[in-house]
């Protein structure tokens, strides 16, 4: 008879397990990583697996979630710290080189993240989305610092800077300089 984990040993594979799926999602995308790939990196059996996931989209899913809530509190954080439109900038130009690093969170009209979003669960796609709308409202719900123009305008302005990475790799110029000139020089006509 196989012995269990203990509560540490399960928390460490289980953080094994999402830093595995991170890097393997970034490297070769949701459909070509598979189980026995994650499972050997975290030292664990493919049976062992589903002790931790039911299954390999409720761990994508989950490692989804994980990075937007890093992300977003990252940005809060330097938000919250700098509290006036260099603030803003900052922020916008931390989540652009998360972006970078973690390419599925931009990839979202590509076939390997739609049969992903097919298969998880209707309570992770909610997740998605809420994580979706607390980033929106960390641009959106400044007190100290009002739009210049319309906050649809400005939140499609934002949204397209960021979303500019999925051209990162035909720029003629290095693209982190370039969204950083970008936003330093758009942001004071979408903030007061």
């Known amino acids: 008879?196989?012995?269990?984990?203990?509560?540490?040993?399960?928390?460490?594979?289980?953080?094994?397990?999402?830093?595995?799926?991170?890097?393997?999602?970034?490297?070769?995308?949701?459909?070509?990583?598979?189980?026995?790939?994650?499972?050997?990196?975290?030292?664990?059996?493919?049976?062992?697996?589903?002790?931790?996931?039911?299954?390999?989209e409720a761990l994508f899913g989950e490692v989804l979630c994980l990075v937007q809530e890093q992300i977003y509190n990252a940005a809060a954080e330097v938000i919250k710290n700098q509290r006036d439109k260099n603030g803003i900038a900052e922020a916008l130009k931390l989540i652009y080189r998360e972006y970078d690093?973690?390419?599925?969170?931009?990839?979202?009209?590509?076939?390997?993240?739609?049969?992903?979003?097919n298969k998880i669960s209707e309570e992770q796609k909610k997740k998605i989305e809420e994580s979706n709308r607390m980033s929106q409202q960390l641009f959106l719900d400044q007190a100290d610092l009002k739009f210049k123009v319309d906050a649809d305008l400005a939140m499609s302005v934002i949204y397209s800077l960021i979303m500019s990475i999925k051209n990162k790799d035909i720029q003629p110029y290095n693209h982190i300089k370039t969204f950083d000139f970008m936003v330093d020089h758009l942001i004071d006509n979408l903030y007061e």
Request: hydrophobic share 35%; aromatic share 16%.
């Open 101 to 117: 690093k973690n390419n599925f969170l931009y990839n979202s009209d590509s076939a390997d993240f739609i049969i992903l979003i």
């Open 1 to 56: 008879m196989a012995r269990g984990f203990t509560e540490r040993e399960k928390e460490n594979i289980r953080k094994n397990l999402k830093d595995a799926c991170k890097q393997s999602w970034t490297r070769y995308g949701y459909k070509k990583t598979s189980v026995d790939e994650l499972c050997r990196q975290a030292g664990i059996s493919k049976g062992a697996f589903y002790l931790f996931f039911e299954s390999k």
